[in-house]
């Protein structure tokens, strides 16, 4: 059985991780953030030289090295790769955006 001491200095431990959690949450996003204003920039860029928007080599590229970082990591890389197709899917968006 537990001790309302122990109760208390769990509940503690809890609240603390999942305020790091929250922190790391907010890292994300701004760097999710930072991602798709870089690629707004990518696509302005593109539109400029005369490129095509959608570079399927370069995506395949960027979720395989993604994989690679997961599996350098103690991740699942299969998991990685799913979120960084998504990742792929809001650059793409924004690359768009100002066509």
Do not use: N, Y
Not at 9 to 27: F, K, N, T, V, W
Not at 56 to 68: D, F, I, K, T
Not at 73 to 80: F, I, R
């Amino acid at each position: 059985m537990s001790t309302p001491a122990k109760a208390s200095s769990a509940g503690q431990d809890l609240q603390r991780l999942r305020g790091e959690i929250e922190r790391i949450d907010r890292e994300i996003v701004g760097l999710v953030a930072q991602r798709v204003r870089l690629a707004r920039e990518v696509g302005k860029a593109k539109r400029a030289a005369g490129l095509p928007t959608l570079d399927p080599a370069r995506e395949a590229a960027v979720v395989r090295s993604a994989g690679a970082m997961a599996r350098e990591a103690g991740l699942v890389d299969e998991e990685m790769r799913a979120l960084f197709w998504h990742l792929i899917g809001l650059s793409r968006r924004a690359q768009m955006e100002e066509e």
